[in-house]
């Protein structure tokens, strides 16, 4: 059996669910490239104990996970959103499961980077607010006040784009599984057509009868 299986929308439905695929992946992809810019251009000099030292983002690997997690994002919503648009233009999708496990499965794999990338930075911020006596961690945001500040506004945009990553991937999985309904909608002139021609056969059965 064949694993192609036409996926049949209305055609106010069909574009409404494109359109927000759309506007979804185009946000994401803003936000990650707002979020790596953030993340990528965060540095601040101190001078400590008469030693100047300046703090940037390659200092920590946790927030170069998440540079690369958000540019990743970006490029990824980027050619998924021209894909989409595409499939808009020529006014028809047609979705295969092969296809539709592949589209599921890297919107979920991104939606888990992102999301691991931020738990990751989160911890460290934590860290870096409050310190830690046992470990005899510094409060280092309490020294780089402006690198921290803007740390916090890159995590604002990639917790953005997890969290619209997570729609995302709500939204493929609904595309995926639809696939295997054995229900399709069906066109209401097309309906109607059909039951208007049952009921006259059947009237002309009772009057041959």
């Known amino acids: 059996m064949s694993g192609d299986v036409a996926v049949y929308y209305g055609r106010g439905s069909r574009f409404k669910v494109k359109t927000a695929e759309v506007l ?16 990528a251009t ?26 690369v997690a958000n540019v990743i994002a970006a490029g990824y919503s ?18 295969n499961k092969p296809l539709g496990w592949i589209v ?8 888990y980077v992102t999301l691991a990338a931020l738990a990751a930075v989160a911890q460290t ?3 870096a607010e409050k310190g830690d006596s046992e470990m005899q961690w510094m409060k280092l945001c ?8 803007r740390l916090g506004e890159g995590m604002i945009s990639a917790t953005l784009v997890g969290l619209s990553f997570v729609a995302l991937s709500c939204m493929s999985a609904f595309n995926l599984f639809r696939l295997y309904g054995k229900i399709r909608p069906v066109k209401p002139s ?11 056969a059947s009237q002309l ?3 041959n009868t």
Do not use: P
């Open 24 to 39: 979804l992946r185009c946000l994401i992809c803003v936000l990650g490239v707002v979020a790596a810019v953030v993340v």
């Open 42 to 67: 965060d540095t601040e000099m101190q001078n400590i104990f008469s030693v100047e030292r300046t703090a940037k983002f390659t200092d920590l690997k946790s927030l170069v996970f998440l540079f």
């Open 78 to 95: 980027l050619v998924q959103g021209v894909w989409c648009v595409v499939s808009m233009s020529t006014g028809t999708y047609f979705l």
């Open 104 to 111: 599921f499965s890297f919107d979920q794999l991104m939606a």
């Open 125 to 127: 911020a934590v860290f």
């Open 142 to 149: 309490s020294m780089y006040v402006k690198f921290c500040s």
């Open 190 to 200: 097309s309906y109607l057509h059909h039951h208007s021609t049952t009921i006259l």
């Open 205 to 207: 059965n009772v009057v």
